[in-house]
């Protein structure tokens, strides 16, 4: 076996678990990365393989001739641009069609077709009617429901026209979409015609590759996620500041440990009431167990823990150290980021691993479909077979002890009433403290693990070292979870860890240096969060103004290279590290690198190292804070605390 030079993980829990799979036999990503090597021609998206006259390799590497152009014509410029776009394609799929799935079962619910599902946030149902010119007047909230589900939906399917969301951007921004022929017409349409386009002998332009690309990720992100995170705060509540926990240290040697593991809470959510059925935890100590243990990997975790507080077991790579254990008597899965190892890891324990999605069926794992209209019986059966397979634990049981503190909970609407307070909600006292220069900018650090690095490394030292220089970061997906991990998300990580500014408005307000916002799908809250800064004023007038970057260090999934586009199409400059995907072409690196800038105010950047990057966003903030006029004050503040430093010593 090939060594990897990297250090696997900087997570004990993690490091212990693959000492644990290397004395039980088990291979795990870890293991698998090591072993295959990265085709530099793939990674660089040089690689063609859209049709049967390839694959066409257009990039030289170790000895290979270059070739200039593939059969068919197409230069090394077309195919990086063919290969990027797809991915945006394969991530913006697959976040919109989460929101389609939660929009069909919110008008389920709203028709009284799925029992067990009800509207829990009447407020935003009433402000999502009024801000989609649905009636309202004596109507019931289901009948209101019926309305929002059915115009949700349509906007996947809508032709022409704009999806409804961009009104929510700022006007400048909707401006620029609309001149740069950029605002999508609906959310399939424009997916759709990425995979068109970049069919042999399509679209043959980088330029018009790239900004379809962009169309599509713009309705990813204000379309099929947004849509997703909004119906389902409706369907399930809207996150409020919650204690959590996180790490493997979470399972419980005496009681029955079932993991949720995917991305839609639709299923979950029911799995949490189900879980504390009296009849359900009485059966659990009949099989000799003391109770049931919820936890979660990856974001359907987030999901869960965001509006419950069930606690999370990990982020991506430790969904296979999780079985390691031994003691997970069942996993349970929807959707996205599940790795086809699972149910053979899980033969060399006693777990069971649960499919519920027709859309991701595993060869070797138990498939109890998620059926919307008889979730109860479906959630009944999952919990069943976890707490009757407990007794089958085998001896060869180790649970790591580690598990961190966090509070989360940050969603767009609790940054606005912890800051303004209930009654007068508002992002001004975030603003004043940006301009005042205690608060340097905000950075949104979000995204995957990727073994090709060291897992949550790359996270945690970025992290780190934005808040050290009074930059708040905002967080969600597996991102978040590394940094919760290392304590980053309570409030004391604030004096520990963030510079002067940002800790005295931390312990002011009561808030961790670190917010954790949610699962992937809402990096839409992000994109509100940046709108209501603009609105509050004093900013500038669109998103492109603001102090805020934007960063996914570990990134692996087409999601995150789908989020990175709608947020730099909005205005945010982002950074990614590991590997870049258009490295064959220079000038399809340098169109997205540079020339992006003046077309949309935000610009991709590629940075490995995670405190270079992170001083990138730093730079950027810092350009933007001296574009806007309030460079100064941040040196004012700081020329104070040196001032009281110096006093504080004599
Ligand atoms: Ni996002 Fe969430 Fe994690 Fe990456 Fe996968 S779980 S949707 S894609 S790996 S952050």
């Not at 077709?113 to 009636?135: F, H, M, N």
């Not at 332009?205 to 790239?210: G, I, K, R």
């Not at 307070?421 to 006292?429: E, I, K, Q, V």
């Not at 090709?452 to 967080?475: A, C, F, G, P």
Request: one cysteine or more.
């Amino acid at each position: 076996m090939a060594e990897r030079k990297i250090k696997k993980s900087v997570d004990k829990a993690s490091l212990d678990m693959m000492e644990k799979a290397a004395r039980d036999g088990v291979t795990t990503a870890f293991d698998r990365a090591g072993e295959m090597s990265q085709c530099a021609i793939g990674a660089a998206g040089s690689c063609c393989k859209n049709c049967g006259m390839g694959p066409c390799r257009v990039l030289g590497v170790k000895g290979e001739e270059e070739a200039a152009r593939g059969i068919c014509g197409a230069t090394a410029e077309t195919i990086a641009a063919r290969n990027f776009i797809r991915m945006v394609a394969g991530g913006a799929a697959a976040h919109s069609d989460h929101g389609r799935g939660v929009a069909e079962l919110f008008l389920a619910a709203a028709k009284g077709k799925a029992p067990g599902y009800t509207i829990r946030d009447e407020q935003k149902l009433l402000q999502l009617a009024l801000e989609w010119g649905v009636e309202i007047g004596e109507r019931s909230n289901q009948e209101i429901a019926v309305d929002i589900g059915e115009i949700a939906l349509a906007e996947f399917g809508k032709q022409e026209g704009e999806i409804r969301f961009l009104s929510r951007a700022p006007l400048k921004r909707q401006e620029l979409w609309r001149r740069e022929g950029v605002a999508p017409r609906g959310i399939d349409r424009e997916i759709v015609e990425i995979m068109h386009r970049t069919h042999i002998g399509v679209d043959q332009d980088y330029h018009s590759l790239l900004k379809q690309g962009v169309r599509a990720a713009i309705g990813d992100g204000w379309g099929g996620s947004m849509i997703a995170t909004e119906l389902q705060d409706i369907l399930f509540g809207t996150p409020a500041p919650v204690l959590g926990r996180v790490n493997l240290g979470v399972l419980k040697k005496d009681e029955v440990n079932l993991v949720i593991h995917g991305h839609e809470p639709l299923l979950s959510e029911v799995i949490v009431a189900v879980a504390q059925d009296p009849e359900m935890v009485s059966l659990a100590k009949a099989k000799g167990a003391k109770g049931i243990n919820l936890s979660g990997i990856c974001c359907t975790a987030n999901e869960i823990l965001m509006r419950h507080g069930v606690p999370l077991a990990g982020n991506f790579l430790q969904q296979e150290l999780a079985l390691v254990t031994g003691a997970v008597d069942a996993m349970v899965v929807d959707i996205q980021c599940i790795m086809q190892s699972l149910p053979d890891i899980a033969q060399c324990y006693h777990t069971k691993i649960i499919t519920t999605s027709p859309k991701a069926r595993i060869p070797g794992a138990l498939h109890i479909e998620f059926d919307e209209h008889n979730a109860l019986e479906g959630a009944k059966a999952i919990v069943r077979t976890a707490i009757e397979n407990f007794p089958n634990r085998g001896n060869n049981i180790d649970i790591p002890k580690e598990q961190t503190d966090m509070v989360v909970g940050f969603s767009h609407e609790t940054i606005n009433y912890l800051l303004g307070g209930l009654f007068r909600a508002s992002y001004r006292p975030l603003n004043d403290n940006i301009i005042n220069g205690r608060i340097r900018g905000v950075a949104g650090v979000v995204g995957c693990n990727n073994p090709r690095t060291t897992h949550d490394s790359d996270h945690t030292s970025m992290v780190k070292e934005l808040i050290k220089n009074d930059v708040l970061v905002i967080q969600t997906g597996c991102s978040a979870m590394a940094a919760a991990k290392l304590g980053l998300m309570t409030p004391e990580a604030a004096a520990k860890y963030a510079g002067e500014g940002l800790a005295s408005v931390c312990e002011t307000v009561g808030i961790p240096p670190v917010l954790h916002l949610g699962s992937c799908v809402d990096n839409s809250r992000i994109l509100m969060a940046a709108t209501a800064m603009v609105k509050d004023g004093g900013l500038g007038d669109d998103i492109s103004d603001l102090p805020v970057a934007g960063a996914a260090p570990e990134w692996m999934s087409e999601k995150a290279i789908s989020i990175g586009q709608y947020f730099v199409a909005s205005g945010v400059f982002t950074v990614f590290g590991v590997t870049w995907p258009t490295l064959g072409s220079d000038e399809v690196t340098k169109h997205l690198f540079t020339d992006f800038e003046a077309a949309y105010g935000g610009i991709w950047a590629f940075e490995p190292d995670p405190i270079k990057a992170a001083h990138l966003m730093i730079s950027h903030i810092d350009k933007k804070r001296k574009a806007l006029g309030i460079d100064k004050a941040r040196e004012r503040v700081l020329y104070d605390m040196e001032m009281r430093r110096e006093l504080e010593s004599v």
